[in-house]
Nanobody, 120 residues
Framework: QVQLVEAGGGLVQPGGSLRLSCAAS????????MAWYRQAPGKQRELVAT???????NYLDSVKGRFIISRDNAKNTVYLQLNSLKPEDTAVYYC??????????????WGRGTQVTVSS
């Protein structure tokens, strides 16, 4: 059925940058809201950024001014640009998409995550 695959994670020094991507594939009629979450070991998963199908965005306070969420609807892909990275940004980053697979109503789908490690 529907599959979301994240990419772009890795090891970066404090102050560095990464760009994450999440591509959706499968039986997709349309995609509405998309979002990025993150989860550090032993911690609760937290919402990092959201973007509507109209392009409106919202961010976690601690990442405002540093991260940018965007999307390419033609490619069924959402991106997260991470700038000025800090050690506390270390986590597994997950994407979520609200997707219509029928015309009835949308359902939430999750990727399996990509690791971001910020360390000197």
């Amino acid at each position: 059925q529907v599959q979301l695959v994240e990419a772009g994670g890795g090891l970066v020094q404090p102050g560095g940058s990464l760009r994450l991507s999440c591509a959706a594939s499968g039986s997709i009629f349309s995609i509405h809201d998309m979002a990025w979450y993150r989860q550090a070991p032993g911690k609760q998963r937290e919402l990092v950024a959201t973007i509507t199908n109209g392009g409106s965005t919202n961010y976690l306070d601690s990442v405002k001014g540093r991260f940018i969420i965007s999307r390419d609807n033609a490619k069924n892909t959402v991106y997260l640009q991470l700038n000025s990275l800090k050690p506390e940004d270390t986590a597994v980053y997950y994407c979520k998409a609200e997707i219509f697979v029928t015309t009835l109503r949308p359902l939430d789908y999750w990727g399996r995550g990509t690791q971001v490690t910020v360390s000197s």
